[in-house]
């Protein structure tokens, strides 16, 4: 019970944020869509080039319930892993869950270049407020606080969550 959850859109600045978190909570630091990649021995554009988002979608429930097992630490999660309602249950039952929100016209700005999400590949500016307006309940749902990275760079954001976090520990 002892995880650190970051969740949000792509772009909210999971990764960056989550690096900084663990240095200054003295945590261990994961991310997510490494695991993802070093189990299955290929890149997430590659996993959704073979079996789409269904396989990708399989391999992310296996590695959160991988990542539970383990002691705790701070945790950046995929964009779409609130999709599932086992997920979901999993990052309540085993953390702290932080919502790192982002509008998506800051998400597409911080992404302008990055071919690395299947999802937003082709138009992101069509396709990322649709997508977003449909995961924002979720996200929302499954946090236990909420942080607004407009405008705030990702020391910014680790400091608002330590404050947020407050006392409580995370071990590594
Ligand atoms: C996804 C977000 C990506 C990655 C995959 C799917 C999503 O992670 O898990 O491309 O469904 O939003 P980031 O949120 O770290 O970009």
Redesign the pocket.
């Known amino acids: 019970m002892n995880h650190v959850f970051l969740i949000?859109?792509?772009?909210?600045g999971?990764?960056s944020v989550g690096r900084l978190l663990a240095e200054q909570l003295d945590a261990s630091f994961i991310?997510?869509?490494s695991r993802?990649e070093a189990a299955a021995g290929m890149t997430?554009?590659d996993i959704?080039e073979t079996g789409g988002?269904p396989l990708?979608r399989e391999k992310?429930s296996a590695a959160l319930r991988a990542v539970v097992r383990e002691s705790g630490g701070v945790v950046?999660?995929?964009?779409?892993?609130v999709?599932r309602d086992a997920n979901r249950a999993l990052l309540h039952e085993q953390g702290r869950v932080v919502y790192l929100r982002v509008t998506a016209g800051e998400a597409i700005a911080r992404?302008a270049g990055d071919g690395?999400?299947?999802?937003?590949a082709g138009d992101a500016v069509a396709m990322a407020p649709a997508?977003l307006a449909a995961?924002e309940r979720l996200y929302q749902g499954a946090a236990t606080f909420t942080v607004d990275t407009v405008g705030l760079s990702p020391a910014e954001v680790a400091r608002q969550i330590v404050a947020v976090l407050g006392d409580a520990q995370v071990s590594s």
Do not use: N, Q, W, Y
């Open positions: 949000g859109f792509m772009g909210a999971k990764t991310d997510l869509d993802i997430i554009v959704f988002e990708f992310e950046s999660c995929g964009g779409g892993v999709l992404l690395s999400r299947p999802l937003l997508l995961r």
